[in-house]
Protein backbone atom coordinates (compact mmCIF):
# COMPACT_ATOMS: atom_id res chain seq x y z
CA UNK A 1 0.00 0.00 0.00
CA UNK A 2 1.01 3.65 -0.93
CA UNK A 3 1.99 5.54 2.55
CA UNK A 4 3.96 8.79 3.42
CA UNK A 5 7.10 6.47 4.20
CA UNK A 6 6.85 5.03 0.32
CA UNK A 7 6.57 8.88 -1.06
CA UNK A 8 9.77 9.79 1.35
CA UNK A 9 11.78 6.74 -0.25
CA UNK A 10 10.95 7.11 -3.82
CA UNK A 11 11.62 10.91 -4.00
CA UNK A 12 14.86 10.04 -1.55
CA UNK A 13 16.17 7.42 -4.56
CA UNK A 14 15.04 9.43 -7.77
CA UNK A 15 17.14 12.48 -6.03
CA UNK A 16 19.86 10.15 -5.60
CA UNK A 17 19.88 8.59 -8.79
CA UNK A 18 19.54 12.39 -10.63
CA UNK A 19 22.85 12.84 -8.53
CA UNK A 20 24.39 9.97 -10.24
CA UNK A 21 23.07 11.06 -13.30
CA UNK A 22 24.23 14.49 -12.41
CA UNK A 23 28.04 13.06 -11.49
CA UNK A 24 28.28 11.20 -14.76
CA UNK A 25 26.99 13.90 -17.02
CA UNK A 26 30.12 16.12 -16.00
CA UNK A 27 32.78 13.82 -18.18
CA UNK A 28 30.17 14.17 -20.82
CA UNK A 29 30.34 18.34 -20.76
CA UNK A 30 32.86 18.92 -23.72
CA UNK A 31 31.03 16.66 -26.09
CA UNK A 32 28.20 18.22 -25.33
CA UNK A 33 29.45 21.63 -26.06
CA UNK A 34 30.98 20.05 -29.10
CA UNK A 35 27.58 18.83 -30.12
CA UNK A 36 26.19 21.82 -29.53
CA UNK A 37 28.40 23.87 -31.49
CA UNK A 38 27.71 21.72 -34.56
CA UNK A 39 24.14 21.67 -34.30
CA UNK A 40 23.37 25.02 -33.31
CA UNK A 41 21.66 27.85 -35.66
CA UNK A 42 20.60 31.30 -34.80
CA UNK A 43 22.10 33.63 -33.29
CA UNK A 44 22.95 36.00 -29.78
CA UNK A 45 24.28 40.14 -29.18
CA UNK A 46 27.75 38.18 -29.34
CA UNK A 47 28.91 35.94 -32.27
CA UNK A 48 31.25 33.77 -32.74
CA UNK A 49 32.22 29.92 -31.43
CA UNK A 50 30.06 28.88 -28.28
CA UNK A 51 31.92 25.69 -27.36
CA UNK A 52 33.52 27.37 -24.66
CA UNK A 53 30.63 29.56 -23.31
CA UNK A 54 28.11 26.33 -23.55
CA UNK A 55 31.21 24.41 -21.35
CA UNK A 56 31.17 27.51 -19.07
CA UNK A 57 27.34 28.02 -18.92
CA UNK A 58 26.78 23.68 -18.25
CA UNK A 59 29.71 23.87 -15.55
CA UNK A 60 28.11 26.42 -13.96
CA UNK A 61 25.03 25.36 -14.03
CA UNK A 62 25.93 21.83 -13.20
CA UNK A 63 28.01 23.05 -9.74
CA UNK A 64 24.11 24.71 -8.54
CA UNK A 65 22.39 21.94 -9.39
CA UNK A 66 24.95 19.55 -7.38
CA UNK A 67 24.36 22.56 -4.40
CA UNK A 68 20.49 22.11 -4.94
CA UNK A 69 20.51 18.59 -4.93
CA UNK A 70 22.86 18.43 -1.66
CA UNK A 71 20.64 20.54 0.39
CA UNK A 72 17.56 18.62 -1.51
CA UNK A 73 19.15 15.35 0.43
CA UNK A 74 19.68 17.26 3.89
CA UNK A 75 15.97 18.58 3.61
CA UNK A 76 14.66 14.58 2.51
CA UNK A 77 16.45 13.41 5.75
CA UNK A 78 15.63 16.11 7.99
CA UNK A 79 12.16 15.09 6.98
CA UNK A 80 12.59 11.44 7.72
CA UNK A 81 13.96 11.93 10.86
CA UNK A 82 10.63 13.63 11.60
CA UNK A 83 12.01 17.41 12.22
CA UNK A 84 10.34 19.24 9.17
CA UNK A 85 9.21 22.63 10.74
CA UNK A 86 13.05 23.58 11.93
CA UNK A 87 15.59 26.16 10.97
CA UNK A 88 17.74 23.80 8.99
CA UNK A 89 14.80 23.18 6.25
CA UNK A 90 14.40 26.49 6.26
CA UNK A 91 17.89 26.90 4.86
CA UNK A 92 17.82 24.12 2.71
CA UNK A 93 15.29 25.99 0.60
CA UNK A 94 16.74 28.97 1.10
CA UNK A 95 20.14 27.51 -0.88
CA UNK A 96 17.88 25.67 -3.16
CA UNK A 97 16.17 28.75 -4.04
CA UNK A 98 19.70 30.27 -4.80
CA UNK A 99 21.01 27.25 -6.92
CA UNK A 100 18.35 28.14 -9.07
CA UNK A 101 18.45 31.82 -9.33
CA UNK A 102 22.41 31.01 -10.13
CA UNK A 103 21.58 28.83 -13.07
CA UNK A 104 19.27 30.96 -14.39
CA UNK A 105 21.84 34.06 -14.40
CA UNK A 106 24.40 31.66 -15.69
CA UNK A 107 21.97 30.64 -18.59
CA UNK A 108 20.73 34.10 -18.90
CA UNK A 109 24.52 34.99 -19.72
CA UNK A 110 25.06 32.20 -22.07
CA UNK A 111 21.53 33.88 -24.05
CA UNK A 112 24.25 36.46 -25.14
CA UNK A 113 25.59 34.18 -27.60
CA UNK A 114 22.70 32.04 -27.68
CA UNK A 115 18.79 33.35 -27.71
CA UNK A 116 17.63 29.77 -27.00
CA UNK A 117 19.17 30.17 -23.44
CA UNK A 118 17.05 32.46 -22.41
CA UNK A 119 14.29 29.82 -21.83
CA UNK A 120 16.06 27.66 -19.58
CA UNK A 121 17.13 31.02 -17.78
CA UNK A 122 13.57 31.66 -17.37
CA UNK A 123 12.79 28.58 -15.73
CA UNK A 124 15.31 28.19 -13.91
CA UNK A 125 14.36 31.49 -11.99
CA UNK A 126 10.94 31.17 -12.19
CA UNK A 127 11.53 27.92 -10.16
CA UNK A 128 13.75 30.11 -7.66
CA UNK A 129 11.05 32.13 -6.92
CA UNK A 130 8.53 29.38 -6.12
CA UNK A 131 11.10 27.91 -3.84
CA UNK A 132 11.38 31.46 -2.43
CA UNK A 133 7.91 31.58 -1.86
CA UNK A 134 8.08 28.16 -0.16
CA UNK A 135 10.60 29.17 1.69
CA UNK A 136 8.75 32.01 3.16
CA UNK A 137 5.64 29.83 3.85
CA UNK A 138 8.19 27.20 5.54
CA UNK A 139 9.62 30.06 7.72
CA UNK A 140 6.45 31.48 8.91
CA UNK A 141 5.62 27.72 9.50
CA UNK A 142 9.23 27.24 11.89
CA UNK A 143 8.04 30.56 14.04
CA UNK A 144 4.34 29.11 14.29
CA UNK A 145 5.48 26.24 15.91
CA UNK A 146 8.35 27.57 17.91
CA UNK A 147 5.34 30.35 19.24
CA UNK A 148 3.21 27.01 20.17
CA UNK A 149 6.18 25.16 21.22
CA UNK A 150 6.44 27.86 23.97
CA UNK A 151 2.45 28.06 24.37
CA UNK A 152 1.79 25.90 27.82
Known amino acids: MWNKTCSLMLSRIAVTGFT ?11 YFADWYESASQGAGLIGGSVYLPVMITLYASELC ?7 LHILLHNIYL ?11 LRCISWACMLA ?7 GLWKFLFLLPAF ?5 GLIMRVLKNV ?6 LK ?7
Open 146 to 152: SENDFTI
Open 20 to 30: AAMVMMTFFVP
Open 65 to 71: GMWALVE
Open 123 to 127: FAVMF
Open 138 to 143: FERAVE
Open 82 to 92: GEVFVPRNTKC
Open 104 to 110: GLAFAVM
